[in-house]
């Protein structure tokens, strides 16, 4: 009777350890249309005619989901209007514009900006947005968590660039119905148009041909953030217990987080002669875990 009942434990046990094993890691899904715009650093004092949408991280409710991803949402000033002015001791940050065009508040300088530009924008570095135009203008604010134990070296200037002017590129693990733009890496980036963070470690756009494919994979130590700026189709985000991919149906504006390990992928559902699906996607490293091999030595970041 012993012997069953061993028998019968560990069976229990093998079998609640597979669904562990098995289980695929969180995701988180938002959608910009439904986020509540939510008070920020960025429309404190100072600001005027600007809101923020926090997606993930700072000021969303699963904010304690992220590890290396400080933030993650849409800053929108709207015409005449100013966002305040932030700067951040460990914390990097990358803007990308999503619509419209304003001023970018760097340090001392003002330098005009306009949708699909991203710019570096490094610790310490107070920054903000003014709009002059008569339409809004909406950034993608995303922020990167600076570990106590990472030198980051001063950015010697400004490092802006637009995604107008990175060339499109088949990668070979993802087949050509993907292309991808290579916008920032890190400092020893050898194939983006800027290279220039530390924690965020690859910020892209994928272009999707009708039907095509981001094929799905899981990063077993970095964090993801997908942002869908055009197109409808079906993300994949997770395993189910068969450990099939599942797929949810997105329109534009859909943002989904995704922890390491966690499966990932998307499929395109416009149709031949529709505009192509665009994607923007962030890559960062979660602090204290490895990345494997070490990098090559640091290369001076290249500057637009």
């Known amino acids: 009777m012993d012997s069953i009942l061993k028998i019968k434990r560990l069976a229990i046990l093998f079998a609640v350890s597979s669904c562990l094993f098995a289980a695929d890691p969180i995701f988180l899904r938002r959608q910009v249309s439904d986020v509540k715009p939510r008070p920020d650093d960025l429309t404190a004092a100072g600001a005027k005619a600007a809101s923020y949408k926090p997606l993930f991280g700072i000021?969303?409710?699963?904010?304690?989901?992220?590890k290396g991803v400080a933030r993650y949402g849409e800053l929108t000033v709207g015409p005449g209007?100013?966002?305040?002015?932030?700067?951040?001791?460990?914390?990097?940050?990358?803007?990308?514009?999503e619509e419209g065009a304003g001023t970018l508040l760097y340090a001392a300088e003002k330098v005009p900006v306009k949708k699909n530009d991203f710019m570096y924008l490094p610790v310490g570095v107070g920054h903000g947005i003014a709009n002059s135009s008569n339409a809004p203008v909406r950034v993608i604010v995303m922020g990167y968590k600076i570990p106590a134990d990472m030198k980051v070296q001063p950015t010697p200037k400004l490092m802006l660039a637009s995604a107008d002017d990175v060339q499109l590129q088949i990668l070979g693990q993802h087949g050509p119905t993907s292309q991808f733009k290579l916008m920032m890496g890190t400092t020893s980036s050898q194939r983006d148009k800027l290279a220039a963070a530390y924690l965020m470690n690859s910020l892209f756009i994928m272009d999707f041909a009708p039907g095509g494919t981001n094929i799905p994979h899981n990063h077993p130590v970095e964090e993801e953030i997908y942002f869908l700026l055009r197109g409808s189709g079906e993300m994949v985000a997770g395993l189910d217990a068969d450990g099939k991919e599942v797929r949810h149906p997105v329109t534009e504006g859909a943002a989904f987080f995704f922890k390491p390990g966690a499966q990932v992928g998307y499929y395109s559902g416009a149709k031949e002669g529709q505009?192509?699906?665009?994607?923007?996607?962030?890559?960062?490293?979660?602090?204290?875990?490895?990345?494997?091999?070490?990098?090559?030595?640091?290369?001076?970041?290249?500057?637009?």
């Open 81 to 97: 209007g100013t966002s305040a002015i932030v700067s951040y001791p460990a914390e990097e940050q990358i803007y990308f514009v």
């Open 59 to 66: 000021g969303d409710q699963d904010a304690d989901q992220t």
């Open 275 to 304: 505009p192509h699906d665009l994607m923007l996607a962030a890559r960062s490293r979660v602090p204290g875990m490895s990345m494997g091999p070490p990098r090559p030595p640091a290369q001076p970041a290249r500057q637009q």
